[in-house]
């Protein structure tokens, strides 16, 4: 994803819409050509981007595996994947939003400040 083009990554500032549109629409899928292939053959979460967004966004690694399963065997398709991943990416985008709110000028002094080591060597 190049971040000189603004659809083709997601930014800590991007609305929970913006998420939407850019997953559903940009996001790479390992689904196959047909519903009919897919269920036979299932998807390859190796390319999925959505897939790969969860990996780092989900925090139940037993979910992921679930989702994994899913999506493999063909039970699960494109669509579903990638709302959960906008879902999960959502939650935490807006999390850090929220985070970033509460940061003013004290909290950058605070955590710039140079401070001495509670160990020497």
């Avoid at 603004?6 to 390992?30: E, V, W």
């Amino acid at each position: 994803m190049a971040a000189s083009d603004d659809s083709s990554c997601i930014y800590l500032s991007d609305t929970p819409n913006q998420i939407k549109n850019k997953i559903k629409k940009y996001a790479f899928s390992g689904g196959r050509q047909t519903v009919e292939e897919h269920r036979e053959f299932g998807g390859n979460c190796d390319v999925d981007i959505s897939f790969q967004f969860l990996k780092y966004f989900m925090e139940s690694d037993e979910r992921l595996e679930e989702i994994r399963q899913q999506y493999t065997c063909g039970e699960m398709l494109t669509g579903d994947l990638k709302a959960i991943a906008i879902a999960e990416v959502s939650r935490v985008v807006m999390e850090m939003q929220e985070r970033r709110k509460n940061v003013n000028d004290e909290t950058v002094k605070q955590f710039t400040t140079v401070r001495p080591l509670k160990y020497t060597f």
